[in-house]
């Protein structure tokens, strides 16, 4: 599968085992190793039942696992170190073994620096290494990949008073700045990819002006990550439970990628791989050349929408 290209979009995604080439998107399913994440808490929170989900989706095609040991959910609690610790441990010391990349979504220093001492290839924060001693840690190994999300406030907070003004031109100015700090601490370009978020402290509306306006992003020179499975902004516009967003969430995936995303982050790693056959069986075809990156949907109803719905994860 071919993504979008353009002259600034890096071809790769070094991280600390694996070059990931991204000329095609790559999918990353999620593991939540927790009791209250929004849409699987407590299926997988124990570590058999964790591994067993990583084994499915690497067998549907997962090309990145992504293990969670803290919901950030709207509203959420903080872990402690130590249970965080303890639910993702065990995890990545089994799953680096599984013959694909592993990132682990963490803003916790101490746990960053205990998975890539395991093994893992990726560090995936939705604070974008603004705690201190995060940047550090992930500047101090030689390879690791990292993502970097734009959140606004925080995990508590973020919904009850959401983003305003030009959220596309906040969400780049907070992203680039984050992605200098990085690259000024001895990190590679190639071995950073940006997020803007959906569903982190900005209302429905929000959200979608970001997906519709992404391919505008590609310019700074980074690959994106496109991360809209089952988020509440979805529900909002669909009127799906949160168990029921298959399909909404595979849509998500395809325009995002139509507009230049690099990697998907899912729950439905099978759903998503079919859709994005489908979409590929049409940017193959000459028709298309020239022609993936849509503009944004002017008049769409999404425009109507300033009820803030979050994400969270």
């Not at 929170?45 to 990145?64: N, S």
């Not at 872990?79 to 916790?108: I, N």
């Not at 746990?111 to 840690?137: F, K, S, Y």
């Not at 031109?169 to 950073?192: C, K, P, S, T, Y």
Request: glycine share 8%; proline share 6%.
């Amino acid at each position: 599968m071919t993504a979008p290209t353009t002259s600034f979009a890096p071809a790769l995604w070094r991280t600390a085992r694996f070059d990931l080439a991204l000329q095609t998107p790559r999918i990353m399913g999620i593991v939540n190793v927790t009791p209250d994440s929004f849409s699987d808490g407590g299926l997988h929170a124990d570590t058999r039942a964790a591994l067993a989900h990583c084994e499915r989706l690497v067998a549907d095609g997962a090309h990145i696992l992504d293990i969670g040991g803290e919901s950030t959910r709207p509203g959420s609690p903080a872990v402690a170190l130590e249970e965080e610790l303890a639910r993702v441990v065990p995890v990545v010391r089994e799953a680096v073994k599984l013959g694909v990349a592993v990132s682990v979504d963490t803003y916790k220093p101490e746990v960053m620096q205990a998975v890539l001492d395991l093994g893992a290839d990726i560090i995936n924060d939705v604070w974008a290494l603004r705690r201190p001693g995060a940047q550090e840690a992930v500047a101090r190994h030689p390879r690791c990949g990292v993502c970097l999300m734009h959140m606004h406030r925080d995990p508590q907070t973020m919904q009850t008073t959401p983003m305003v003004g030009d959220v596309v031109a906040q969400v780049r100015a907070f992203l680039q700045a984050r992605a200098d700090a990085l690259g000024a601490a001895g990190v590679a370009r190639e071995r950073i990819v940006l997020d803007v978020g959906p569903g982190f402290g900005k209302t429905v509306a929000q959200n979608f002006a970001l997906l519709a306006s992404q391919g505008e992003l590609l310019d700074m020179g980074f690959a994106w990550l496109a991360a809209w499975s089952r988020k509440s902004s979805l529900g909002a516009v669909t009127g799906l439970p949160v168990d029921e967003r298959e399909v909404p969430s595979a849509v998500a995936a395809v325009l995002a990628v139509e507009r230049g995303a690099r990697v998907v982050r899912v729950h439905d790693v099978a759903a998503t791989k079919a859709a994005l056959a489908v979409w590929q069986a049409m940017a193959d075809t000459p028709q298309a050349a020239g022609s993936l990156i849509l503009p944004p949907f002017h008049g769409h109803p999404y425009k109507r929408l300033t009820i803030a719905i979050g994400g969270g994860r």
